[in-house]
């Protein structure tokens, strides 16, 4: 893939650029090594200081930012605002906790003094995807800048001026040079810096194949690597729930980045008994969504982020449409347009048995299924490959402790929609991946822990 700046609501190439050679990465290796010795030196408080300046421009500038995030990838502007002002929230969140997720835990042995102490790794890649193209960034280098490491970011290959954008803003907050360093590259040339020796550990949010690829790698120099990857998240409705709440809700956690998100809701299970309701209100709510142009307001859903992946995600509708499912609304791709729009679709009628009923949609499609009772709600909740995130909707205190205890998932959401917060850990299990970003759990990742004993 070519790395450029491609409108994906005109399909307008505006600005294209060439990678970087292998004697140009080597030079940014070296300047990212030669920087970690220093920056290792710093004190929490000179970084918090930085961190927070960082923050301060996320929150002055957060039009410019939305907008290069818009314009490359065509979230609605609105998101996109939102998107930087919580990548503001994740600096002052780690400029602040830090030092006490890093602080020394004194622990009782046979030793006179022993502790724990977190020291930082080094150089850490950080390979992100396009869909969140600041905030994924952010809630990696926030807590691995504040433990003293330094990052070289390898961003999608359609959002580069979002990747020279969040270099900028690291610069611009006071950070020595080259802690943070944007890498124009092609997949190709991962592997590579993931072999180079001053390169202690990596991260990527991605794909299944993406994610696999560097697994290999890394594995191969046994380095460590933290993989948030796909999720198909159910959003499963009890009998006792707010319909009209987890209706309202649902569309959101559906059509939240055009749909394009890993935590987003595809597959929404619903007990028999509410389910011709639940649908009604579903599919009405479906058809007073605005399609268009992403920068203007009141538009709620704007175009895919790329041509493949609306072509992908046609492929995968027709498909389950030929394996029996049912098309309550939209269901074709939007050529009377240019740009990459597909319209919010809601399938019901799939076999929870077929292929396709196991698959990640990644765009404005809801799956709709309908179940007998929570026994079998939790069934087809967990018969998926993946483990990101679940939300469940329920006002009967056992089953929420059952679809807390029994759902096979990162994150379980009772009555609400899943998100990512700085105060908590966030991740996935099985095909969605391992390791934690975010709250303490994310900070301890890429640190050294290390044992203190004295005599």
């Known amino acids: 893939m070519a790395i450029a700046t491609i409108n994906p609501a005109t399909g307008e190439t505006l600005k294209t650029f060439t990678p970087l050679t292998d004697t140009e990465i080597e030079t940014k290796l070296s300047l990212a090594q030669s920087a970690f010795e220093q920056y290792r030196q710093t ?162 949010t991605g794909s299944e194949p993406a994610g696999a690829a560097l697994a290999s790698a890394a594995g191969q120099q046994i380095k460590k690597v933290v993989l948030e990857l796909g999720g198909s998240d159910p959003f499963i409705v009890l009998e006792s729930a707010d319909i009209e709440e987890a209706v309202t809700t649902g569309i959101k956690a559906r059509m939240l980045n055009n749909g394009q998100s890993c935590i987003a809701a595809k597959r929404f299970i619903v007990a028999d008994s509410i389910a011709d309701k639940f649908e009604s209100q579903l599919l009405s709510k479906f058809k007073a969504l605005t399609i268009g142009d992403p920068m203007e307001e009141g538009t709620d859903i704007g175009p895919l982020a790329t041509e493949t992946i609306r072509s992908d995600l046609d492929h995968q509708v027709q498909s389950a449409v030929k394996q029996g499912a049912k098309v309550l609304i939209g269901g074709e791709s939007m050529t009377d347009r240019p740009g990459n729009f597909y319209p919010p679709t809601i399938l019901t009628n799939i076999s929870p048995d077929s292929a396709i009923a196991k698959e990640e949609f990644f765009g404005p499609v809801a799956m709709l299924f309908r179940v007998p009772d929570i026994d079998r709600a939790i069934a087809l909740a967990n018969d998926i490959p993946f483990g990101l995130g679940a939300s469940a909707w329920t006002n009967n205190p056992a089953e929420k402790e059952r679809l807390i205890s029994e759902i096979e998932a990162g994150a379980v959401f009772i009555n609400g929609m899943v998100k990512s917060d700085p105060r908590l850990p966030f991740g996935g299990i099985k095909r969605s991946g391992y390791g934690r970003e975010l709250s303490s759990q994310g900070i301890h990742e890429f640190v050294n822990i290390k044992t203190v004993w004295i005599k």
């Not at 022993?114 to 850490?124: D, E, F, H, K, R």
Request: aromatic share 10%; charged share 20%.
């Open 43 to 204: 004190t929490f408080a000179q970084r918090s200081q930085w961190l927070k300046q960082a923050a301060d421009i996320l929150e002055q500038d957060h039009l410019k930012f939305a907008q290069i995030m818009t314009t490359e990838m065509g979230k609605p502007l609105a998101s996109a605002i939102a998107e930087a002002k919580k990548c503001a929230l994740v600096c002052r969140f780690y400029a602040e906790k830090a030092p006490e997720f890093l602080a020394d835990v004194v622990i009782e042995s046979d030793a006179s003094h022993s502790y724990i102490a977190y020291q930082p790794l080094g150089v850490i890649l950080a390979v992100m995807p396009w869909n969140f193209p600041f905030w994924q960034v952010f809630r990696f280098a926030a807590p691995a800048l504040m433990a003293g490491n330094v990052g070289i970011l390898k961003h999608a290959s359609n959002v580069p001026q979002c990747a020279l954008a969040i270099e900028e803003i690291i610069s611009r907050a006071g950070f020595p040079p080259r802690v943070f360093q944007t890498l124009l590259i092609g997949a190709s040339q991962v592997k590579s810096i993931v072999e180079d020796d001053r390169v202690k550990a990596a991260t990527l």
